[in-house]
């Protein structure tokens, strides 16, 4: 079978995108791991198909690399710039995930505004902070990040008896001048460090505001900067929660299964 594709990257995430609005394509867990290796596929942290939904524009499906389902902040952002590719939607659009429905706005070609559900629960765990933007993330503050393990560290925290069965994404972050933070993740479902994250961007600039950092606050990943907006309650949660950041596409394809 032949498959048209897209191929996205966001602040360095990637991603290999189906528009499956016919319900046509469905692969399977093994098909999804083959098409995202960097060596023997396409190359990504994952896939993302963009599919009609009765009740609101479109609904993307993420699926990691492993073949689980999550929220993707960038792979989102992706799916509206690629429904806008598609001329789905123009400006604003309310599309549904798998956490429920989302607002976004594409402020212009490539750059895309994206609304986070409230964050209702903020837990420490010890001197880390835990909180789900969508995923689940851990966030840990650190110096010298440039050379921090975080692959080592990441996959500690990842597959820590705290976060049995599911596991958490684990995030580093470095405190900068200018209400500027710059972060690295270790992602679950992907297992290794990725260059970016948008729901982990999110908890950093969140558990950041913990810390003297307010709204927007400005975080860079090793792939690019994203931009965190949100509004705290005097409980410690968080509403208004906005991603913004780049969605690009790379190059349109066709592939065999």
Same mark, same amino acid.
């Given at each position: ?122 837990? !420490? +765990? ?11 993330? #851990?966030?840990? =503050? /650190?110096?010298? @990040? $440039? ?7 990441? !996959? +500690? ?11 958490? #994404?684990?995030? =580093? /972050?470095?405190? @900068? $001048? ?80």
């Amino acid at each position: 079978m032949k498959l048209s594709f897209y191929k996205y990257q966001a602040a360095g995430n990637d991603f290999v995108c189906f528009d499956n609005r016919a319900g046509d394509v469905n692969l399977t867990t093994d098909q999804i791991g083959r098409l995202c290796d960097r060596r023997f596929g396409v190359g990504a942290d994952g896939v993302i198909y963009v599919e009609r939904d009765a009740n609101y524009d479109f609904y993307v499906r993420y699926f990691n690399a492993d073949g689980t389902q999550s929220l993707c902040g960038n792979g989102s952002r992706s799916a509206v710039d690629l429904a806008a590719h598609l001329k789905l939607v123009a400006g604003k659009t309310i599309f549904n995930a798998y956490d429920g429905p989302h607002e976004a706005t594409v402020i212009s070609p490539g750059l895309i505004r994206m609304q986070i559900h409230d964050v209702k629960h903020v837990e !420490r +765990k010890g001197d880390d902070y835990f909180m789900n933007t969508g995923s689940p993330h #851990n966030v840990r =503050f /650190v110096t010298g @990040l $440039p050379q921090y393990p975080v692959f080592e560290e990441g !996959r +500690k925290i990842r597959y820590s008896p705290l976060y049995n069965p599911t596991g958490t #994404n684990a995030n =580093f /972050v470095e405190l @900068l $001048p200018d209400n500027t933070i710059a972060f690295r993740i270790y992602e679950r479902g992907v297992e290794e460090e990725t260059l970016s994250s948008g729901t982990g961007a999110t908890a950093c600039a969140l558990a950041a505001s913990f810390v003297g950092y307010h709204s927007p606050v400005r975080v860079q990943s090793r792939g690019g900067q994203l931009e965190v907006e949100f509004k705290r309650r005097q409980d410690g949660t968080f509403y208004d929660i906005y991603v913004t950041g780049p969605a690009k596409m790379v190059f349109q394809g066709s592939l065999e299964l």
